[in-house]
């Protein structure tokens, strides 16, 4: 059994900066891309940044140059710091990992999310 969970949402204001991290534990053979996306209300979840096994990122072009993506693999664990946060980066952050499981292949495997607010 796989666990993906996230951690450091919260509240802050504009121009703020915040940390999410998220880490997948459990009966892990091997974790290939892992990704955070996010979803407001009222509109579509949406990939935020993505970083593969040996560290190729991409970026949502609204959020480059403001959001960075790192991973540390002996933990398999994926970061994603904010920086100059915008009231419309408000949304509920979702973790993905791409996890494959001894004898089995690769599957999704998402995080409950966690909320963050950018608000004066």
């Known amino acids: 059994q796989v666990h993906v969970v996230e951690s450091g949402g919260g509240l802050v204001q504009p121009g703020g900066s915040l940390r999410l991290s998220c880490a997948a534990s459990?009966?892990?053979?091997?974790?290939?891309?892992m990704g955070w996306y996010r979803q407001a209300p009222g509109k579509q979840r949406e990939l935020v940044a993505r970083i593969t096994s040996d560290s190729t990122t991409r970026y949502a072009d609204s959020v480059k140059g403001r959001f960075t993506i790192s991973r540390d693999n002996a933990k398999n664990t994926v970061y994603l710091q904010m920086s100059s946060l915008k009231p419309e980066d408000t949304a509920v952050y979702y973790c993905n990992a791409k996890i494959v499981v001894l004898y089995r292949p690769e599957d999704d495997y998402w995080g409950q999310g966690t909320q963050v607010t950018v608000s004066s």
């Open positions: 459990g009966s892990i053979f091997r974790i290939n891309a």
